[in-house]
């Protein structure tokens, strides 16, 4: 049976676990890209599938996984893709349209701006595909979407690649009204949430979503 989620546990970094395991659902698959793995184990869970060059992971686990019956998929060090676009494949592979990545922000900055921009692969653009760390959110928007979250919380609508044109808001603080957003300019940062729910729309473009919830 196809899985419609599937939930992949990242090498970064993840400031509230808690606020993380309970956004996990029973019948999600899991996946360990790697290093990912650490996550997993502070929240005392078990991946269906580990998958990366595994040079994060120390063989006591490894023989752990393998005698709980995890997939394991192992790759060599020098290969063309990262442990997250690894997992992703594996996560298009399984059907699922709907992809978490967790842990995939903080840390490494180039890591983090990879795992940012994998997301602008043709390949996600009929799936909803987030970045999630429990505080953080961060999504592309490619034509019309709802952010959802706390009176107060900080929303940044940033153009990715291109300038975003038509990009109109209801629910925000600081309304856009069919607007041109540029990649080399600060429009869209740190806008506020009025209320539970904000609408974000625009005619072309990519445009990234990064959702800050209020912490306490």
Known sequence: MMRS??????????????????LLQNDDLIIA???GLRHLRALGRLPHMLIGDLDSVNPGDLSALQTAGVRILKYPPAKDETDLELAMNAALESGADHILLVGALGGRLDQTLGNLFLLSDPRFAALDVRLEDGQVEAFLIRNQTDVTGEPGDTVSLLPLGAP???VTTDGLQYPLRDETLYPYRTRGISNVLCGSRARVSLRSGLLLCVHMRQIG
């Open 5 to 22: 989620r599937a939930v992949i546990f990242v090498n970064g970094d993840l400031p509230n676990p808690a606020a993380v395991e309970h």
């Open 33 to 35: 890209a790697d290093g």
């Open 164 to 166: 975003a044109e038509g």
